[in-house]
């Protein structure tokens, strides 16, 4: 990015203008899996790998107003490097019920991370806005561990529930001059715990559906100092088929609970949707 002449608006943007470096990146990925079937109705697996990804040319080039503030380009950015653990299993409990939970840990070596600089622009009406800016961050660790439960009881219902805990953090940061130290802190926007249940009824040509959602609170910025709150969401959805008709009416946000996303936006609140198609 080059500011030729800047004005009033962008005069900000030119200690970040200038000729950006080219470079090129090349990795070896491997990956070891192991599983064992004990019998038709159990099996055990286990997974060893690592990952690569280069940063995106929008992170390394583009700088600009985002959501959150100005985003400030970034064309040092280097490949960040995964390695990852995993085990789980797949349990078939008699002829109605199977679980699968799974375990996993993962060490994130130069994970590229959106942190704040330390400064701030005045963006005319919308007042002071912070300059953030992708960056490698040393090290992250993420441990968790997910079950799924399917259950069956009758051929004309059908409940699935999930359950997700994730414990993602800064394990070493080297700081800038002037950057606050992350080491130890939650990574933004991943929260802990995540549920889920569907429950899906079919009665000749009708089907009923009710989704249920839960979020926990997460960090909205990288410091840990805004925290955007845990929700629960639920949904429903009738549907029939006709003929060559398949009609549909779903109604989202139930309780009309106007949650925050992990983005930060502001839900709809509850609406309502249809749908008709026909199969010719």
Aim: charged share 20%.
């Amino acid at each position: 990015m080059i500011i030729i002449n800047p004005t009033a608006l962008s005069d900000f943007l030119a200690p970040y203008s200038g000729q950006h470096p080219s470079g090129n990146w090349q990795s070896f990925s491997p990956k070891l899996a192991w599983k064992h079937n004990f019998s038709k109705k159990l099996n055990l697996y286990a997974s060893a790998s690592k990952g690569f990804m280069p940063p995106t040319i929008d992170d390394m080039t583009r700088t600009g107003k985002i959501r959150k503030g100005i985003k400030i380009a970034n064309p040092f950015l280097e490949p960040e490097v995964l390695y990852n653990i995993e085990s789980g299993c797949l349990w078939e409990i008699g002829e109605k019920i199977v679980l699968e939970p799974s375990l996993y840990y993962s060490i994130v070596k130069n994970m590229i991370y959106q942190v704040w600089t330390g400064d701030s622009v005045e963006i005319l009406s919308d007042g002071p806005k912070p300059m953030l800016q992708k960056r490698n961050v040393s090290e992250g660790t993420v441990a968790g561990a997910e079950i799924a439960i399917h259950y069956s009881p009758k051929n004309w219902i059908d409940i699935q529930v999930g359950y997700s805990y994730n414990n993602s953090r800064i394990t070493k940061y080297n700081a800038l001059d002037g950057d606050v130290n992350l080491t130890g802190l939650y990574m933004a926007e991943v929260p802990k715990n995540l549920i889920s249940t569907d429950i899906h009824l079919k009665y000749n040509k009708f089907t009923f559906s009710i989704e249920y959602r839960y979020t926990d609170e997460i960090y909205s910025d990288d410091e840990n100092t805004s925290i955007v709150e845990a929700f629960n969401l639920v949904n429903l959805n009738l549907g029939a088929r006709i003929k060559n008709y398949t009609l549909s009416l779903s109604v989202n946000d139930l309780f009309d609970v106007q949650y925050i996303d992990r983005k930060g936006l502001l839900s709809p609140g509850r609406f309502f949707s249809g749908k008709i198609s026909v199969k010719l």
